[in-house]
């Protein structure tokens, strides 16, 4: 399976100029027979941590959504994208899968940063995104600090965990630096492919993305990656029998050795006098 993790550009509420990026480099990796490519949290919207920003965009959000399904008619690739969306209490940081002009899965952003729990509700759900030989699970920057979604994915027989990031700060060897240290483990320790990529661009107060991407093995090496300050992506041909092959081996299958209860108690240590 051939996939691309995507640096695109996004600035808040610059709807069509985040859509032309999306779409320039969805035409680039269809000349590439990419299968999947995965765009960063938020690059539809551009990053939002306001009211005010999220009602000006849910007011142009059905067309927005429909542009998206047009780029999916157009093009071959199923991608996902980030983009607010409305769900029962508010709204939430989404990140929507197109193929074939439909939405096949959304995944509402599980974990918030301190101003995002201000705008955004959060979501109460994980589910898989199955496309052809892949289960796939998405995380969105803050829940990539959180190992425990990873292992949910992989138990419920994900086989590529996919992270969008809008993390700002930083130069693109720092986030680079950042982003391997945690994102080998999540590979190494289950037993999966991950993919990642980062935003370029500018945030609301005009501080700057460094764009990161990068494809990871199930061993935890670094396959292909993408830094710098413009758009780019990376992109790399994937085995699941890589996976098989893991898996097949007693002493590197390290995620059938885990216990399948974690309510292990803590031994009380009594102090000696």
Partial sequence: MRIAAVSSWMETLAIEQNLRCIESFLSELEKQEVEYALFPELSVSGYINTTDDLASFLSVADDTILKLKQLSKQYSITFSVGIPMLIDK????????????????????????????????????????????????????????????????????????????????????????????????????????????????????????????????????????????????????IDFYDIRKIKDSLMSDFPSCRTTTLNLSFKEKIDEE
């Fill in 90 to 237: 508010g709204a939430a940081i989404a990140q929507l899968t197109f193929k074939d002009g439909n939405i096949i899965h959304q995944h509402n952003k599980t974990h918030l940063s301190v101003h995002e729990k201000e705008v955004f509700e959060l979501g109460k759900e994980l589910e898989l995104l199955s496309l052809n030989h892949s289960k796939i699970g998405m995380h969105l920057c803050l829940e990539s600090h959180y190992p425990e979604l990873s292992l949910q994915y992989q138990c419920q027989g994900a086989n590529l965990l996919a992270f969008a990031f809008a993390s700002p700060r930083e130069t693109p060897e720092e986030k680079m630096e950042r982003f391997q240290m945690m994102l080998k483990c999540r590979a190494y320790d289950n037993a999966c492919f991950v993919m990642a990529c980062n935003a370029t661009g500018t945030t609301p107060t005009k501080k700057n993305y460094a764009g990161v991407s990068m494809i990871i093995s199930p061993r935890g090496k670094v396959i292909a990656q993408y830094k710098g300050m413009a758009p780019g992506y990376c992109m790399a041909e």
